[in-house]
Structures are given as structure tokens and as C-alpha cells.
């Protein structure tokens, strides 16, 4: 056996809550979906023999050992306990869904910032959330061996330059002249290219359900259905619409439109159907419920070509341009965010061209956001009506596709064959791998930033609250304090006051009841003690705990704490 074939391969600890891999949702987002294909895809491709999975509780970890056992996983499933900012030293690295390094690496900071590597990855940029956990980067303890994975080229360009500008900043406000930042690689969403290969049976039976002659043509669009948020529908029915009018000149085929998603509220779904029935009536519509598999593999399969007019600035890459291509199916999208990286135009389909206005004519909009006068939902749909796309150009290369049906094969094909080579799990899982490696080498000999010194707070932001608030008492325990139980106190009496609520929700964080059964116990029996006494036979794992526990055990009248004597 060669060094490459035994190497063994990059393992992360996958930070888990199961909302965010939840594609059974009814309000289903990119991100879950992206979350179940990232999870399905690392367990078939990943060759790891243990998933880690740190999470906040033993129920989560349940949870997710029945997720990818649901997925055919059967090797062992190791729980990390989140509480623990250390648990992710054995696989080296902590893998989060989202871009949330600054939190994380300020918990690493605590208990060694060379323990681990930090993974995250861009969804979208647009929020205030994702905004602040960007420029927050170069003030956490982020290290050069963390990175945050952007799915495309152009998210990348948004975070350069939303760090320059805090950099800048910083220089400004603090004379600041050192910034540490994560990695940066461009790694895409991957697709399981093998579920969504062509089958002619299967496409047979779906353009019977859906009532499509054999000459007409079927163009999908899956996706969220949201004007203000997603992708506004008004390019795509206009320029389907005059499609169909110059279709019609020639008495040549019908164009169906198969919108496969779902909406967030009736509202939303008014202005849909009757924004298609205004705008495309020469176009037969179809909904379909893009959250139902049976009804979103039918619309797969019976469609002819696929098209996106993303102009929204929430987007960052755009999943199902690239499972479309995995469909075989060639593209018609516009040329805006991920799709530039995606869709080669004239390869695999068509990018239509975008426009939007200067910079400096949107500091209002993100001025009326930031003040909370506008929603994260209006600030997106706001913006993104200042997106134009030419309903001509959209028409004009529509019918490029609709009459010509070799043209739509020889795209299908194309896309299909790119999907496979660059955007299928197998390929991505092998970058996100690769990538783990690297960083692993760059934490064995590079410069460490904000190195913690003796005595000094891992997190000034997040300091212990008995610190912060070390002025507010009058009295602070010592090992000097005296400790007598009160009469009749015991870990029967402690029993059933937890079985208040007043009480029983601080379970999580106090001493296990049968170290304060015995510390009562031990009190009746030997009179009163110090606390350095009493804390003489404590275990090191919990001695720490148990202190702390002799304050709530006073609280609750079980132990009575004397003054020590001058």
C-alpha cells in the first residue's frame, strides 16, 4: 500500500441543529437544502470511518445519528459536546453551515486557538447577520488556519471588500496596522448527479401528467417563489410571453412555464398566478409544490430547458442552476452572482445580461435597513427592483432554445457533463477535504494571532459574570467560609425542591445531585467544615462546579455560610 492510499482522509466535527438540515420544512431555504446535500454528500464521499458531531445536547446528537442513519450511514457517530470548545481537537476541525467564525474562535481562544481549525460558508451576505459576522472576522481571534468557504467568485469579491472597508476603519478609529483573516478559497455547493440523471420513462409519464404535447416545450423554474426576495417573475413572463407571440406568427409550438416552489403566504401566491395570467397569457402556467420530492422530480423531469433570473442580492450562488445541469437541461439565467461561475454562456445554456445603478445610489436603502425602518425582506426587495434585465434579450434567447431542439440536446449535454466533473459531491467533498489539510499544516507552523497571555480574559465581550459583576455583593466565597447544613437538610429534601419550576431549570449548570447529597450528608454527619475543607476530596472535573454549587446550596436554605474569622 502506497503513502496516498493509506493517508488517512480529512475529518471535520460538524457543528449540528437540526434546523439547519431540514428540507421537510414547510418554509424550506437554500441553505437547507444546501445543508441535507453537504451532509448526504460528505457520508458517500467523505471515506472518514467517524462522523463527529457537536452539538448542544446528547438529544441533538440523537437526532442526528437517526438523520444520517436515515441517509444509510453505518459507521460509528461520535456526540461532541458543545459545551466543550475544546471537543473538536480529535477530527482538527469544526465545520458550521454558516459564516459564524468570530463566535467560535472566540470560544477556541479559551481553551487553546491551535487546537482546531475553523471552517464556515457563505450563504448569503445580504443580511445585517451575515453583514456584522463578516466585519467581525478581523476583530475575533480568527486565525490564517480558518477559513470561510465562499460558494462563488463574485461572494468572495462582496467579503474582500466589505473587510477592506472595516479595515479601514479600524485604522481610522484605533490606528490599527495588523489584520488577521481566515482563508478565503472559492469552493461550490455540490449536487448528487446521479438523482437527477435523465430517465426517458420517467419523463414520458411526467409531461403526460402535466398534460405537454410532444412538440411543446416545458421551461422550469424551481425555487423559492418570491418576488421581493428570490427572483422577481416580471423578465421571465415578458419575455416568455413575446416567445410565444412570435411562436405564434409561424403556428409553431406551445411554451408551458413550470414553476415548481413554494410561497410564503397567500399574498405572495395571488401575485404569482395573476401576474402570470397578465403578463404571459399566451404561456400555459404551472405550480407545483417545489417542497413536495414526487411533484419536484416530476417537474425535473418533464421540463425541455431550465431558467433563473436571480436579480436579488441575497443570492450568492444559485443551487438549482446547477442541479438543472445535472438534469441535463441547458440554462437560460440571468448573469448575476454564482451564475457567473456556473453556467458557461454558449456552452450550457445562456446568461442574460444584468443591470443595476452606480455605486452611491443605494447608501438610503441600506441606511433605512440599518435603522430598522425597512425589513431584511424590504431592504432585499427594495434593492433588487434596481436590478433591470432586459425582457427582450430574454425573449430573443428563449426561442434560441424553444426552436431549436438539437441546440437544447448538445447545451443538455454539455451542462450535464460540467455538473458531473465539477459540481457533483464526489468532487466537492474531495476540495472541502483538501482544504482541511491545508489547514491543518498552516496550524503546525504559522504565526498565531492575539496569542491569550496569563490571567487575561479569552473574550473581553463575554467575560465570566462573576468577574464583571465582582463589585456587586458583599461578600465574595472564599476557602475560609465556613459551611453548616441546616437541620433536616438532605439530598431528599434537595429532590423535592427541584421538583419546583421555580428551581428545577437551573438543572444544567449546577452540581450532580449525588455530589450535593453527599456534601449534605457529610455535613450532618461531621458539623461544619470550611469550604477548602469540604472541597479537599472533590474530583478535579468538578471541583470547580461544586464550588460554585456551596452558593446555590444556601440559596435554596439547604446550607447556612458563615464569615471567616479575622
Not at 257 to 283: E, K, M, T, Y
Not at 396 to 404: A, F, G, P, S, V
Not at 462 to 484: C, G, K, M, N, W
Request: proline share 5%; aromatic share 8%.
Amino acid at each position: 500500500m502506497n503513502d496516498a492510499t493509506a493517508k488517512t482522509p480529512a475529518n471535520a466535527a460538524i457543528f449540528y441543529q437540526p434546523e439547519g438540515y431540514d428540507t421537510s420544512r414547510q418554509k424550506l431555504m437554500g441553505r437547507h437544502a444546501a445543508g441535507e446535500g453537504f451532509l448526504k454528500g460528505f457520508l458517500r464521499w467523505s471515506g472518514v470511518d467517524t462522523l463527529y458531531c457537536y452539538a448542544a445536547t446528547k438529544e441533538f446528537g440523537g437526532h442526528f445519528q437517526r438523520l444520517v442513519g436515515s441517509f444509510g450511514n453505518k459507521r460509528p457517530v461520535r456526540w461532541l459536546d458543545e459545551r466543550d470548545a475544546a471537543s473538536p481537537k480529535g477530527p482538527g476541525t469544526l465545520y458550521l453551515p454558516d459564516p459564524s467564525l468570530a463566535a467560535a474562535a472566540w470560544r477556541r481562544r479559551a481553551v487553546g486557538q491551535r487546537l482546531y481549525s475553523i471552517t464556515g460558508i457563505t450563504h448569503t451576505t445580504a443580511s445585517a447577520g451575515a453583514m456584522d459576522w463578516i466585519t467581525g472576522l478581523l476583530s475575533a481571534p480568527v486565525q490564517n488556519w480558518d477559513a470561510l468557504i465562499c460558494t462563488s467568485s463574485v461572494v468572495r469579491d462582496t467579503i474582500d471588500l466589505v473587510l477592506n472597508e472595516q479595515a479601514d476603519y479600524l485604522r481610522t478609529r484605533l490606528g490599527a496596522t495588523r489584520f488577521t483573516r481566515p482563508q478565503l478559497p472559492i469552493i461550490p455547493l455540490g449536487v448528487d448527479t446521479e438523482a437527477f440523471a435523465p430517465d426517458e420513462a420517467k419523463r414520458a409519464a411526467a409531461r403526460a401528467a402535466l398534460g405537454l404535447g410532444a412538440d411543446d416545450v416545458a421551461i422550469l423554474f424551481v425555487g423559492r417563489l418570491s418576488f421581493h426576495a428570490k427572483a422577481h417573475p416580471l423578465p421571465m413572463y415578458l419575455g416568455l410571453e413575446r416567445a410565444a407571440q412570435a411562436l405564434a406568427k409561424s403556428g409553431s409550438r406551445k411554451i408551458h412555464l413550470i414553476q415548481a416552489g413554494w410561497f410564503a403566504n397567500d399574498f405572495i401566491d395571488n401575485a404569482f398566478r395573476s401576474g402570470a395570467a397578465q403578463f404571459c397569457p399566451s404561456v400555459r402556467a404551472h405550480f407545483l409544490d417545489g417542497r413536495k420530492s414526487d411533484l419536484r422530480n416530476q417537474a425535473w423531469a418533464a421540463a425541455d430547458l431550465f431558467t433563473s433570473l436571480s436579480d436579488n442580492f441575497q443570492e450568492t450562488f444559485g443551487l438549482t442552476p446547477i442541479e438543472a445541469m445535472a438534469a441535463g437541461l441547458p440554462g437560460v439565467v440571468s448573469d448575476w452572482n454564482g451564475y457567473k461561475d456556473t453556467v458557461r454562456d454558449g456552452i450550457d445554456g445562456f446568461r442574460v445580461p444584468t443591470l443595476m445603478p452606480r455605486a452611491g445610489l443605494g447608501a438610503d436603502l441600506a441606511d433605512r435597513h440599518a435603522a430598522g425602518i425597512d425589513t431584511y425582506d424590504l431592504y432585499c426587495g427594495f434593492s433588487s427592483q434596481f436590478v433591470a434585465i432586459d425582457p427582450n434579450a430574454v425573449a430573443k434567447t428563449y426561442l434560441k432554445l424553444i426552436e431549436d431542439g438539437d441546440l437544447r440536446r448538445k447545451m443538455g449535454a454539455a451542462a450535464r457533463a460540467r455538473a458531473v466533473d465539477t459540481f457533483d459531491w464526489r468532487v466537492v467533498v474531495q476540495r472541502y477535504q483538501a482544504l482541511w489539510t491545508e489547514l491543518a499544516e498552516l496550524r503546525k507552523a504559522a504565526d498565531e494571532s492575539a496569542a491569550r497571555q496569563a490571567g487575561e480574559a479569552a473574550n473581553p465581550a463575554r467575560l465570566d459574570p462573576f468577574v464583571s459583576f465582582t463589585s456587586y455583593p458583599s461578600e465574595i466565597l472564599s476557602e475560609q467560609h465556613v459551611i453548616a447544613a441546616t437541620p433536616g437538610a438532605d439530598g431528599a429534601r434537595l429532590q423535592t425542591l427541584l421538583q419546583s419550576p421555580l428551581i428545577s431549570f437551573v438543572k444544567p449548570v449546577v452540581p450532580e445531585l449525588d455530589d450535593c447529597a453527599r456534601i449534605l450528608a457529610d455535613l450532618q454527619r461531621r458539623g461544619p467544615m470550611s469550604v477548602g475543607d469540604l472541597l479537599a476530596d472533590a474530583p478535579d472535573s468538578r471541583r470547580d462546579r461544586i464550588e460554585r454549587g456551596l452558593v446555590w446550596l444556601a440559596k435554596l436554605g439547604l446550607v447556612q455560610i458563615r464569615t471567616p474569622r479575622s
